[in-house]
Every structure is written in structure tokens, then in C-alpha cells.
């Protein structure tokens, strides 16, 4: 769909179950694509498939989760394409942590209590790095720390010795240990302070620009996301349900789950507003959707809701045309989102004003009409 | 008026082989019927532990207690009276309730001992079904008899509420009542708990680490630094202007999702050559004397390595801050840290 060369990893159609007597299809064709030096991210509530989605773009899924379908191929800088599927053993040993590797949720409990630092970095370069010698392993170790800002004279020391915050530093060190080119990071700051988050979230941005990394970027913090992502996928039930440029969609959301999920933050600047989060409870994953897995907590449902399922559209209102260019100057992707509202077929009038990005549209004024995309 | 008044409330834990660890130090607040105070501050701050010094689940080195304007009961009857009273929301729905037992259980207890076993039978179902309603656990009928396990984590968090308030109490301490839960369903938590103070006139402690909700769902805030409160007052002045350097690093730390990419951007350099200006050692460093906040400080000066006063920063605003000394002896000498009580 875009163009191949600035590509450094496509998923298209990800299936996950867990398996059992009914499965739990936890993720749900899903299609990503990451551009080289981008941040996706990905946000969504808890069991909406986020976390089991990279899993499953690392191949570290493990049974009962097993990927029913979908291919994963990866665009190394140099050399040819890399179907990750077909990697096994020794290959697929060979290719995580150093084309990509990941910062898992809770790493603050990663890290082997009972052994120091430096024998933890040995590790991964006696496996990867199996050249170096120990005088090599021991400087590139204190290099990495002092990169993530912290005193290499640590390296001796053993994790109970480092607070939550240094020892999450200390967990980014070593994914970017093998300079791999994409980097996942699942709830990498959840359980630290904000203020220690700010300061990890301003590590990895500098880290980011020095080394050019990408960014797969899990969490169910919408807020931040909007402020640390180049582009969101939006998650629910396994699916995608919108797919944004992530400077816009926080004043202009597509579908109602994302409005939703605006909605559930309180704005600690501005003027006060309505608060409200999103009713219900997500759907039982073992079960298949008749129609549209949000529809039973959709304030915005009408009748086709129930019966067909949605796809991924181009959102009314958001045409490429109608939206800012990212400042940055990574190219924005178009603004898709699963849901009725923005079906023409279906909805003639194109969706309420909310979804519409009201406020672009009174700035773009006559330059673009809802529904008037493919 | 004041329904709950904690003063000068000192909690010192032992440490093996080292000095005593002052959690709370000094602390001094009061809850007034049918409003929110926040108390907001980083992990390790000590917010839980004058938690469970107000419910007296731990025993404070120094302080008192007064409950309706009356000492507050410590031991038998009396102790169990002000538990009666004052009531805990606990951070973990997923720990606080019993995985053995039906919500018909967690909630039906409360409601005997507090009844002397005298609510009995029907009267007792329907005390447990009114509880569930009020909480808008429905059909209650249904809800009675499951487990925690059939319950989603906002479901127990209800529950848990039901049971606070199944002595019928004048306080309630909630302590991250929702941060455990997910995002899209912590508004409706916090919401609940906003109508259950204003029906039942409850006074409330809102403990939580995040501005945010603390602003929008309390009507005064204090923020805790390493045991201390080191600026207090209505909770748009404190977050919207806040005065101590504590509370302006927390509020800009927060994610701003209407701020441009420049903006943002720029931010981050500032903060950066801020951070590289002081080392990771003095980032680090445990002060007793003087202003506990000093070594993180960006506006520390040599006066701060003594014990910083109270100041008044504006209408009902405290500081706990030398930056503002000289303005507030002119202004109001020796103002209080404990506000009008």
C-alpha cells in the first residue's frame, strides 16, 4: 500500500488463539505496517489483544497461543526481505534482539534478581556477540548505561540496588544492546511515576533520534500515546478500529470507541468538562461477533451495527487532502476507521459531528465534504 | 464542618541496622462532610500510610485523631465504633476481596456485626440487594451470588464500595481506588464515588498519583513529598498555578495531548539540560535536614539545607518553599501549615 523502501515491518492479517475447548481468538486480523524511525502506537483497554499482537510480531507466542494466520515480513536496511514465519531455531534466535527487540510490561521484574548487572549483559552478548572478549563486552556494557543515563560504575551492581525508574533504563539499555532496528516497548513506563515516566519517555525519544530506531509503542494510556506516537492504531476486541496520525486524533476522533476513550481522560489544563469513560464491559473474546464488537457499548449505534461487520474505511471528513501534514515530515498515512458512521452506503449523512473532526473541517472549510472518499 | 481531624500525625517505621524512617511527618489535614481532599504524590510518598494511619490500621508514633469533634476510640468497642465511622477503599480489588467468598458474603457482614446481628433474613437480602443498586451492581438478585472471579475489576471495585458502605460511614478513605483499573471504565468509579459523597454527605480522602482526577474530583488537594505535605490549597489553584517546584515538576511531567509537536519537542531539550545540570548521584540522595526536596530541586539555593517554611501563596494556598519566604513576612508572618480546622 505505501511505499516499500522507508517499510521496516508489515503484519497483514494477524490471527492469535489461545487455544481451549473455545478458543479465544485474541487477536483479529490485524494489518500494521512500521516505517523506518516511526513510533506506532497501539492503545487499547486491557484483553483488547495489544500485548499477544507483539508477541506475536516477535514470534515469541507460546503455547496455548498460536497465530492461525497472517504473515509478518521484515525490511532489514540492508539486504532482502525476511519472512518471519519461516525463521526457526537457530534463524529465529539469530534474528530477535538484534533486528527486534522488546521492553516488556513490568520489566522493572525482568531483570535476574540474584545476578549483577555485567553477568546479565554477558549474557546477551556470549549469545549474540559471541566475538567480543571481556574487556570488549565490559566497555560496550558501560557504553549502554551511560546512554540511558547511568553511572556505568553501576555495572557491578545487582537490580534491588537501582530504583524502578533505573532499572526500567537499565531494561531499555539492553533491548538497544544489539542495535536492533525496531524496538517494542509494551507499557514501558505503567508502573513508574510520572514524573520518572516523563523521564524515560524523554530517554527514548533521544535515544530515537540518535539512532534511528523504530518505535512499536504499546499502552492503554491514550494520553500519552497521543503525545509520544507518529501515527495510533486504536484496538478493541481483537480488531483495529481506528488507525490515526496521532497529533490529530486526540481533537478529532473517528470512532466512537476512540471518542470514548478521549472522554475517560480528564483535560488538567483546560476548562472543565463532562466526564464520562466508556460503559460496559469488552466482549467475551471466544465469541464471534455478530456485526460490531463495540456496537453493545456504542452511544452512536443504529441498525446496521448489529448485523455486518465493519470494516477498515477511509474516515469521513479525513481525507489525506483534508488533513494537516505531519510537522515532523513523516508522511501521514490515511485516517482509517471500522465503523458504520463513516459508510457512506450505509450512512448517507456521514457520521455525527463529533467524529466528523467538527473543528478541522470549520477551519478547511468547502475544501472537503464527509463521504466524499472512496 | 469538619468531620475527620488528623493533626501533626507522625508515622516512623524501625529499619533494620539504620535510623528510623520518617513516612509521615508532622501531617496535619481535615475532611469535611460531602467534600473531596486529594492527597497526591509519587509512589513511596507515604499517601498509603496515612491511609492506614486514619483508619487506624497502624499506630502513629505522634498525633491525634478526632471524629465529630471527639477523640478518636483506639481500643474494643470504641475502635470498632470508629471503623463503623471511617471506611477504606483499597488500591487492589483484585487482593481486598475474598476469593472464597459471594459478594452476598462481603457485603452481608458488615451489615451484621454493624446491625449486632440483629438485621436478619429478608431484611438483611434486601439490605445486601439496596447496597448492589446503589453501587448500580444489577440485576443485585444476580450479582449476590457470584465470586469475585466471575467479576470484571471495575465490578469488584463496586463491590468494594458497597462493603465500605455497608456500615453507613461518615468518611471514606479511597486509596487509588481506581489505578489498578482500566482506563475506560475509571471515570464511572470515580463518578460513583463523586454522587455517593454528595447523597450520603461522606467525607472523603481521595489518595491518588495522578493531578488529573485529583483536580477534577476533589475540591482541595495536598501534595505529599517523602512524608511531608509540601503544598496544599483549592485544587484548581494547585494545579493550574502551582507555587511549590514539586508540584510544577509533576504538573508538567503530565502528558499533554493539545500541545504541538514543536512544543513538545522543546519541552523535552528544556527538561533535558535541566536534568544533565545536576548529577545522578544528587538525584538520588536521601536529605533529612533541611528541604527534603532540595537534591531534585531546580530552584534550590543554599537556604533550602534549612527546614523550609509554611508560606501563604494565595487564598487558602500553602507552600512549603523558601522561595516565597520574603514576600509572606511582609504579607503574614508565621503562617500555619494547618489551615483553620
Redesign the interface.
Known amino acids: 500500500m505505501s511505499d516499500e523502501r522507508d517499510l521496516v515491518l508489515r503484519a497483514e492479517h494477524i490471527r492469535v488463539e489461545y487455544a481451549a475447548a473455545r478458543p479465544t481468538r485474541a487477536v483479529r486480523d490485524v494489518t500494521l505496517e512500521l516505517r523506518r524511525g516511526e513510533v506506532l502506537g497501539i492503545a487499547g483497554e486491557s484483553g483488547c489483544g495489544k500485548s499477544t499482537l507483539a508477541y506475536a510480531l516477535t514470534r515469541m507466542l507460546k503455547p496455548p497461543a498460536r497465530q492461525t494466520g497472517g504473515t509478518i515480513t521484515f525490511f532489514p536496511a540492508s539486504g532482502a526481505p525476511v519472512n518471519l514465519l519461516d525463521l526457526a531455531g537457530d534463524a529465529l534466535r539469530e534474528f530477535r534482539w538484534n533486528k527486534i527487540s522488546m521492553v516488556f510490561q513490568s520489566a522493572m521484574n525482568a531483570l535476574n534478581p540474584v545476578t549483577s548487572l555485567d553477568r546479565q549483559f554477558d549474557d546477551i552478548f556470549e549469545a549474540h556477540r559471541p566475538q567480543l572478549d571481556r574487556a570488549a563486552r565490559r566497555r560496550r556494557a558501560g557504553e549502554l548505561l551511560d546512554m540511558v543515563g547511568i553511572d556505568p560504575a553501576r555495572i557491578r551492581g545487582f537490580p534491588h540496588e537501582l530504583s524502578g525508574g533505573m532499572r526500567q533504563r537499565v531494561m531499555i539499555a539492553m533491548a538497544l544492546a544489539l542495535e536492533p532496528e525496531v524496538v517494542i516497548m509494551d507499557e514501558p513506563t505503567t508502573a513508574l511515576d510520572v514524573v520518572v515516566q516523563r523521564e524515560i519517555l524523554d530517554e527514548i525519544e533521544r535515544l530515537r533520534e540518535e539512532l534511528g530506531f523504530s518505535v512499536i509503542f504499546i499502552t492503554h494510556d491514550l494520553s500519552l500515546l497521543l503525545e509520544v506516537s507518529d501515527r495510533l492504531m486504536v484496538m478493541y476486541a481483537g480488531e483495529v478500529v481506528e488507525q490515526a496520525p496521532a497529533e490529530l486524533v486526540g481533537s478529532a476522533p473517528a470512532h466512537p470507541y476512540t471518542f470514548g476513550l478521549l472522554r475517560s481522560f480528564p483535560d488538567m489544563r483546560g476548562a472543565r468538562r463532562e466526564l464520562r469513560g466508556v460503559p460496559g464491559n469488552p466482549p467475551d473474546l471466544r465469541n464471534a461477533f455478530q456485526g460490531c464488537s463495540f456496537d453493545p457499548r456504542c452511544e452512536f449505534r443504529f441498525a446496521p451495527c448489529t448485523s455486518i461487520a465493519p470494516v477498515l474505511l477511509t474516515a469521513a471528513g479525513r481525507t489525506e487532502a483534508s488533513s494537516r501534514p505531519a510537522a515532523t515530515g513523516r508522511a501521514a498515512q490515511g485516517w482509517r476507521v471500522a465503523c458504520h458512521l463513516h459508510d457512506p452506503a450505509l450512512r448517507p449523512a456521514g457520521p455525527p459531528g463529533v467524529l466528523r473532526g467538527a473543528a478541522q473541517d470549520e477551519v478547511t472549510v468547502g475544501t472537503d465534504s464527509a463521504g466524499g472518499d472512496a | 464542618m469538619s468531620v475527620l481531624e488528623v493533626a501533626n500525625l507522625t508515622v516512623a517505621f524501625g529499619q533494620r541496622g539504620g535510623a528510623r524512617l520518617t513516612a509521615v511527618d508532622d501531617l496535619s489535614f481535615s475532611l469535611r462532610a460531602g467534600q473531596t481532599l486529594a492527597l497526591v504524590g509519587?509512589?513511596g510518598s507515604g499517601k498509603s500510610t496515612v491511609v492506614r494511619a486514619a483508619a487506624q490500621l497502624l499506630k502513629p508514633s505522634s498525633g491525634q485523631i478526632r471524629l465529630n469533634g471527639k477523640p478518636a476510640g483506639r481500643r474494643g468497642r470504641a475502635l470498632r465504633s470508629y471503623r463503623h465511622q471511617v471506611q477504606v477503599i483499597f488500591q487492589d480489588p483484585f487482593a481486598s476481596l475474598n476469593p472464597m467468598h459471594t459478594v452476598r458474603h462481603h457485603l452481608a457482614r458488615p451489615l451484621l456485626l454493624r446491625s449486632g446481628q440483629q438485621q436478619r433474613g429478608a431484611a438483611l437480602d434486601q439490605a445486601v440487594y439496596d447496597l448492589l443498586q446503589s453501587v448500580n451492581l444489577t440485576p443485585p438478585q444476580e450479582v449476590a451470588d457470584k465470586h469475585p472471579h466471575e467479576l470484571?475489576g471495575?465490578q469488584r471495585q463496586r463491590v468494594a464500595i458497597a462493603r465500605a458502605l455497608a456500615t453507613d460511614p461518615d468518611v471514606l478513605l479511597a486509596d487509588e481506588p481506581v489505578s489498578m483499573l482500566?482506563?475506560?471504565?475509571?471515570?464511572?468509579i470515580?463518578?460513583l464515588l463523586d454522587r455517593l459523597k454528595q447523597d450520603r454527605n461522606l467525607a472523603m480522602l481521595y489518595v491518588t498519583?495522578d493531578?488529573?482526577?485529583a483536580?477534577?474530583f476533589s475540591s482541595e488537594i495536598m501534595v505529599m513529598y517523602r512524608g511531608v505535605v509540601v503544598e496544599r490549597g483549592p485544587s484548581d489553584e494547585v494545579?493550574?498555578n502551582p507555587t511549590h517546584p514539586y508540584t510544577q515538576?509533576?504538573?508538567s511531567?503530565?502528558?499533554?495531548?493539545?500541545?504541538?509537536?514543536?512544543a513538545?519537542a522543546d519541552a523535552?531539550r528544556r527538561?533535558?539540560a535541566a536534568?544533565a545540570a545536576r548529577t545522578?548521584?544528587a538525584r538520588?540522595a536521601t536529605l533529612d535536614q533541611g528541604c527534603r526536596f532540595r537534591s531534585r530541586c531546580p530552584r534550590a539555593m543554599p537556604a533550602c539545607a534549612d527546614t523550609p517554611p509554611s508560606v501563604e501563596t494565595g487564598p487558602d494556598h500553602h507552600a512549603l518553599c523558601w522561595l516565597y519566604e520574603s514576600q509572606a513576612g511582609a504579607a503574614s508572618p508565621a503562617q500555619s501549615a494547618t489551615g483553620g480546622g
Do not use: C, K
Not at chain 2, 182 to 188: C, M
Not at chain 2, 253 to 262: I, V
Open positions: 509519587e509512589s470484571s471495575g482500566d482506563v475506560s471504565i475509571r471515570l464511572e470515580l463518578n498519583h493531578l488529573a482526577t483536580r477534577y494545579i493550574l515538576i509533576l504538573a511531567a503530565a502528558p499533554d495531548p493539545a500541545a504541538s509537536r514543536q513538545l523535552r527538561r533535558q536534568r545522578a548521584e538520588e
